[in-house]
């Protein structure tokens, strides 16, 4: 017997054909019932011995079998001696747990029982049961206990998942321990969580964050907009791998605002930002419909009262741009479900605010453009008049022409008289012409933004 490993041997004996035509194979199993056999080969017809040898494949380690050779020929069928052998033990690879995880390494451990046998080990790795990565082979002895063996692998991505095994390999054969899995350290994960403790001027953000590993810090980012532009103290979460609570409080917040806000939190590895989330402080709200409107039209404003009923007085407060402070301008009683609306024709810039049970809205601003009226009244000749509160006497005006690229090109500047108007002609190219009358901010003066009249279409 030779070659013996954990599932085959081969089996080696002599066979005398004594001049007939003659074949051969061996028999073998776990008892001297045999059971299984090798494929018959010919011996050939000689008179000489032979040597003759068979694999016996499909074994189970460590397991003693019974083998003899059978050789048949026209004279009859002899039989060999029966032989043992028993069938060595692979190594047995148990995959243990990863530990030193950072953002770019780990180490890999397990244990290898070499069962009698020279033993190589090496771990396989990948960010799939596919691996297709290992570590470097190298022995762990011919012992028969089990012996801790550990590997450290780099240059791994970070916050990626990867799974690893052991290997052990001897000349009884090849074992592979249990596929594990280990994450490697990455960015934190954050979760804005809603507020909490809303007051007229306060509230209480609130989130999570998992460190994934890492030193990690944390701070909300908040704001009436999505452009946020306050943010919180940074504090640290810590370098654990378990989900955090976080929370802080705010104050001087307005009363009946909706801010935005969000939970950042970064580490060696990047920064992430959670979801933006609103709350709406208490007392009572306040928004316009329009940030600008023209001289001489209305804006609708409106909002709503915390307790959501109707009847309640909201009294609204306006300070007209040039004066000192904000004076009442009406009582509204509020309808369903605590809305109120007031329609409001600012004449110049005009700040607004709402007043609640002693809870004051912010202030919403709503711009006034000048009107700038435009028309013709003959062949080539056109008038303007601009109105607003004051006189735009010896103030200009510019006529512009929309270009083919779609641009407005100025072509004549107008220079309005006493009564803040102008008659004027201008000499155009033949075809359409697309006009309109604008005046600059600078020329609508303080309080005013530019005035921008309709626009006309003149054929030449």
Same mark, same amino acid.
Request: charged fraction near 15%.
């Given at each position: 017997?030779?070659?013996?490993?954990?599932?085959?041997?081969?089996?080696?004996?002599?066979?005398?054909?004594?001049? *007939?035509?003659?074949?051969?194979?061996?028999?073998?199993?776990?008892?001297?019932?045999?059971?299984?056999?090798?494929?018959?080969?010919?011996?050939?017809?000689?008179?000489?011995?032979?040597?003759?040898?068979?694999?016996?494949?499909?074994?189970?380690?460590?397991?003693?079998?019974?083998?003899?050779?059978?050789?048949?020929?026209?004279?009859?069928?002899?039989?060999?001696?029966?032989?043992?052998?028993?069938?060595?033990?692979?190594?047995?690879?148990?995959?243990?747990?990863?530990?030193?995880?950072?953002?770019?390494?780990?180490?890999?451990?397990?244990?290898?029982?070499?069962?009698?046998?020279?033993?190589?080990?090496?771990?396989?790795?990948?960010?799939?049961?596919?691996?297709?990565?290992?570590?470097?082979?190298?022995?762990?002895?011919?012992?028969?206990?089990?012996?801790?063996?550990?590997?450290?692998?780099?240059?791994?991505?970070?916050?990626?998942?990867?799974?690893?095994?052991?290997?052990?390999?001897?000349?009884?054969?090849?074992?592979?321990?249990?596929?594990?899995?280990?994450?490697?350290?990455?960015?934190?994960?954050?979760?804005?969580?809603?507020?909490?403790?809303?007051?007229?001027?306060?509230? *209480?953000?609130?989130?999570?964050?998992?460190?994934?590993?890492?030193?990690?810090?944390?701070?909300?980012?908040?704001?009436?907009?999505?452009?946020?532009?306050?943010?919180?103290?940074?504090?640290?979460?810590?370098?654990?791998?378990?989900?955090?609570?976080?929370?802080?409080?705010?104050?001087?917040?307005?009363?009946?605002?909706?801010?935005?806000?969000?939970?950042?939190?970064?580490?060696?590895?990047?920064?992430?930002?959670?979801?933006?989330?609103?709350?709406?402080?208490?007392?009572?709200?306040?928004?316009?419909?329009?940030?600008?409107?023209?001289?001489?039209?209305?804006?609708?404003?409106?909002?709503?009262?915390?307790?959501?009923?109707?009847?309640?007085?909201?009294?609204?407060?306006?300070?007209?741009?040039?004066?000192?402070?904000?004076?009442?301008?009406?009582?509204?009683?509020?309808?369903?479900?605590?809305?109120?609306?007031?329609?409001?024709?600012?004449?110049?810039?005009?700040?607004?605010?709402?007043?609640?049970?002693?809870?004051?809205?912010?202030?919403?601003?709503?711009?006034?453009?000048?009107?700038?009226?435009?028309?013709?009244?003959?062949?080539?000749?056109?008038?303007?008049?601009?109105?607003?509160?004051?006189?735009? *006497?010896?103030?200009?005006?510019?006529?512009?022409?929309?270009?083919?690229?779609?641009?407005?090109?100025?072509?004549?500047?107008?220079?309005?008289?006493?009564?803040?108007?102008?008659?004027?002609?201008?000499?155009?190219?033949?075809?359409?012409?697309?006009?309109?009358?604008?005046?600059?901010?600078?020329?609508?003066?303080?309080?005013?933004?530019?005035?921008?009249? *309709?626009?006309?279409?003149?054929?030449?």
């Amino acid at each position: 017997m030779s070659a013996v490993g954990a599932t085959s041997a081969t089996a080696n004996g002599t066979v005398n054909p004594g001049g *007939r035509s003659t074949s051969w194979y061996f028999e073998y199993g776990t008892s001297t019932s045999y059971g299984r056999k090798t494929s018959s080969k010919s011996a050939g017809s000689s008179t000489a011995n032979v040597q003759v040898s068979g694999t016996l494949a499909g074994l189970t380690a460590g397991t003693t079998y019974h083998y003899r050779l059978v050789a048949t020929s026209t004279d009859g069928t002899a039989r060999g001696q029966n032989g043992t052998f028993t069938t060595r033990t692979a190594p047995v690879a148990a995959t243990g747990a990863a530990t030193s995880v950072t953002v770019a390494s780990a180490t890999l451990n397990g244990t290898v029982d070499p069962n009698g046998r020279a033993t190589n080990w090496y771990f396989e790795y990948g960010t799939s049961t596919r691996y297709g990565s290992k570590t470097p082979a190298a022995s762990v002895g011919s012992g028969t206990t089990a012996r801790a063996v550990s590997a450290a692998v780099s240059s791994l991505r970070p916050g990626l998942r990867y799974h690893y095994r052991l290997v052990a390999a001897s000349d009884a054969g090849t074992s592979r321990g249990a596929d594990r899995t280990f994450s490697t350290a990455g960015p934190p994960t954050v979760v804005t969580r809603p507020a909490s403790s809303l007051t007229h001027r306060s509230a *209480r953000l609130n989130g999570t964050v998992s460190p994934n590993g890492l030193a990690t810090t944390w701070y909300f980012e908040y704001g009436t907009s999505t452009g946020y532009g306050t943010k919180t103290s940074p504090k640290s979460a810590g370098g654990g791998t378990r989900p955090v609570n976080v929370s802080v409080g705010l104050t001087r917040l307005r009363a009946g605002t909706t801010y935005h806000y969000r939970l950042v939190s970064r580490n060696a590895s990047g920064t992430r930002r959670g979801a933006d989330v609103t709350f709406t402080t208490m007392g009572v709200s306040l928004s316009a419909h329009a940030q600008t409107v023209v001289f001489g039209r209305a804006v609708v404003l409106s909002g709503l009262v915390p307790t959501g009923r109707s009847g309640e007085t909201v009294t609204l407060f306006a300070q007209v741009y040039g004066t000192a402070s904000p004076a009442a301008v009406a009582n509204i009683v509020t309808g369903a479900g605590g809305a109120w609306q007031y329609l409001a024709r600012p004449s110049i810039l005009t700040s607004y605010l709402a007043d609640w049970n002693g809870l004051t809205s912010h202030a919403v601003v709503v711009g006034v453009r000048p009107r700038v009226r435009f028309r013709r009244v003959g062949r080539a000749r056109f008038v303007t008049r601009v109105l607003g509160t004051r006189s735009f *006497r010896g103030h200009w005006v510019k006529l512009q022409r929309r270009t083919s690229a779609g641009r407005w090109s100025t072509v004549k500047r107008i220079r309005l008289n006493r009564r803040s108007a102008a008659s004027f002609r201008v000499r155009l190219r033949r075809g359409r012409s697309t006009l309109r009358l604008v005046m600059s901010v600078n020329q609508a003066g303080p309080g005013y933004l530019a005035g921008i009249s *309709r626009t006309l279409v003149y054929r030449r």
